[in-house]
């Protein structure tokens, strides 16, 4: 069942994945347009993490344009990894698959 969390300022989903319940996939991630630029979107990445690591989920996951430098940037600085980038046939770009280990040894 996927999840949808929503401010005025922003929104994401989180669904866990079809036979891993452990491991969730996030997206829909958004910042509104006129609150872009002002740490938002990095403030909203945690307030996800804080949401995963309360659902007790494992592992999380996350795709990216590879173009998409402000939301890579925010996944550095939250602690996520990227795994792998692939020929999206329906952009016509690179995706990023980047990934999140709840709990892990670098997440206090
Ligand atoms: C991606 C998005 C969520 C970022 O939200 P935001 O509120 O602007 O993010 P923040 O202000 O917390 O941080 C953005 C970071 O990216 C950096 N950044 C922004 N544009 C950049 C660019 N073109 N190149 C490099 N870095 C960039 C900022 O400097 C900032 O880093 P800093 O804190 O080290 O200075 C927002 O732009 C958005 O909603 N975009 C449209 C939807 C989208 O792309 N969603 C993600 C789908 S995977």
């Given at each position: 069942?996927t999840?949808?969390?929503a401010?005025?300022?922003?929104?994401?989903?989180?669904?866990?994945?079809p036979?891993?319940?452990?491991?969730?996939?996030?997206?829909?991630f958004?910042?509104?347009?006129?609150?872009?630029g002002?740490?938002?979107?990095?403030?909203q990445?945690?307030?996800?993490?804080?949401?995963?690591?309360?659902?007790?989920?494992?592992?999380?996951t996350?795709?990216?344009?590879?173009?998409?430098?402000?939301?890579k940037?925010?996944?550095?600085?939250?602690?996520?990894t990227?795994?792998?980038?692939?020929?999206?046939?329906?952009t016509?770009?690179?995706?990023?698959?980047?990934?999140?280990?709840?709990?892990g040894?670098?997440?206090g």
């Amino acid at each position: 069942m996927t999840t949808r969390y929503a401010s005025e300022f922003g929104a994401f989903e989180i669904s866990p994945i079809p036979g891993q319940p452990q491991l969730a996939h996030c997206h829909g991630f958004f910042i509104v347009p006129a609150g872009r630029g002002k740490g938002l979107g990095t403030q909203q990445k945690l307030e996800q993490m804080r949401l995963l690591d309360e659902s007790l989920y494992d592992y999380a996951t996350c795709t990216v344009d590879a173009e998409n430098a402000a939301q890579k940037r925010v996944l550095t600085k939250t602690g996520w990894t990227f795994l792998v980038a692939f020929d999206n046939r329906r952009t016509g770009k690179k995706t990023e698959l980047w990934g999140w280990e709840i709990g892990g040894e670098d997440n206090g």
